[in-house]
């Protein structure tokens, strides 16, 4: 799995997860956390913050922008927000996370990925 497909996967989750009722505050803030770091990224990008938004409400309709509009930030490059999104499906899957479905080494630029989500592990490849 790509680095973007992660953040899009931890953001649908997590949007999942805040509009239950049953969903424990350590998801809801780990999914609050990562929204926040995002749209830092997007600082002068009102756009892209109510693209982000709206993929909240609506994810299958905004998936491709906000897709487009995560990769122009290089938010994929951004350390924090990768490790952000794997401890949100790591909180929302907990037996996921145990089985190493969430896994993410990340260390310096990150230059691309190897593996599958569906493998048990994402490995990217490090500079």
Aim: aromatic letters at 4%; charged letters at 30%; proline letters at 2%.
């Amino acid at each position: 799995m790509e680095p973007i497909s992660l953040i899009l996967a931890a953001l649908v989750a997590g949007a999942v997860a805040a509009a239950k009722d049953t969903a424990g505050t350590a998801v809801k803030d780990a999914y609050d956390g990562l929204k926040t770091l995002i749209k830092q990224r997007f600082a002068d990008n009102e756009g892209a913050k109510v693209v982000l938004d709206e993929h909240e409400k609506d994810p299958e309709t905004y998936e491709a922008a906000l897709k487009k509009k995560l990769s122009e930030a290089e938010v994929d490059r951004d350390e924090e927000i990768l490790k952000v999104a794997q401890e949100v499906l790591q909180k929302e899957d907990p037996q996921g996370a145990i089985a190493g479905k969430y896994s993410i080494n990340v260390a310096g630029d990150i230059k691309g990925v190897v593996g599958d989500v569906s493998g048990g592990n994402i490995n990217q490849t490090i500079s």
